[in-house]
């Protein structure tokens, strides 16, 4: 039972255009959400995170929202840039030190 | 300040072979976790240690167990190898603060490569 999913395994946006990664989750428990980008061979990278009593939170060009009626948060990268390109994973934890991550969004951004 | 360093990053074993795995967490970070990441399964969570106890733990079968020691370093290791234990092995640590507000960020090493033949 994947309790986190990014229905989309890829993303293409043009460079300076605005990306919007999602995320849906199931398990009405999580109160921490955080986003990594991920290169090949290497490890995640955190990018930004929001507890589950704020909807948005803010950090230079990126931005994640928070729906927790709808049980899903986007992340918004505006503008795109071409050294965006990379995996994005959302991950989900419920206080427990246990973190479930989905399976990843492969974004391309075109120069 | 030195990020999460694993060793060795690429390693090429054996059917029936066992291996280990090595992390060092970022200073003062009390609690890390392992993932196994395979193409198109995202990263599947293993096994979270804090104060050299494993708190948590996911789906994974007994061959795979790991330990913490006292400076919260921590291996993994992975019995009687299978061709699909061929992944990308990913070490993670975090504070592990207290308190009611949850804010507890996991920061990644690069990973090591395990390919089994």
């Known amino acids: 039972d994947q309790q986190v999913k990014q229905n989309s395994p890829s993303l293409s946006v043009q460079e300076g255009r605005i990306s919007i990664l999602n995320c849906d989750y199931t398990?009405?428990?999580?109160?921490?959400f955080l986003w990594y980008k991920k290169y090949p061979a290497e490890g995640p990278t955190f990018l930004i995170s929001i507890s589950s009593i704020k909807d948005k939170n803010e950090d230079g060009r990126f931005t994640v929202f928070l729906n927790k009626s709808a049980k899903h948060l986007s992340l918004h990268i505006v503008p795109s840039q071409p050294g965006d390109s990379a995996v994005y994973f959302c991950a989900a934890t419920s206080g427990t030190y246990k973190y479930i991550f989905g399976t990843g969004t492969r974004l391309k951004v075109l120069a | 300040k030195a990020g999460v360093t694993q060793t060795p990053r690429y390693l090429i074993k054996t059917r029936g072979q066992q291996v280990t795995l090595s992390c060092s967490p970022i200073s003062g970070h009390r609690s890390v976790s392992w993932y196994q990441q395979t193409p198109g399964q995202g990263l599947q969570f293993l096994f979270e240690y804090f104060s050299e106890t494993q708190r948590n733990k996911g789906n994974f079968p007994g061959r795979f167990s790991g330990r913490q020691f006292s400076n919260s370093r921590s291996e993994m290791n992975v019995s009687t190898l299978e061709l699909g234990d061929s992944a990308l092995y990913l070490c993670a640590s975090s504070l592990a603060s207290l308190g009611q507000d949850f804010t507890d960020t996991q920061y990644f090493g690069p990973g090591t490569r395990l390919t089994v033949l």
């Open positions: 398990n009405s428990m999580f109160d921490y």
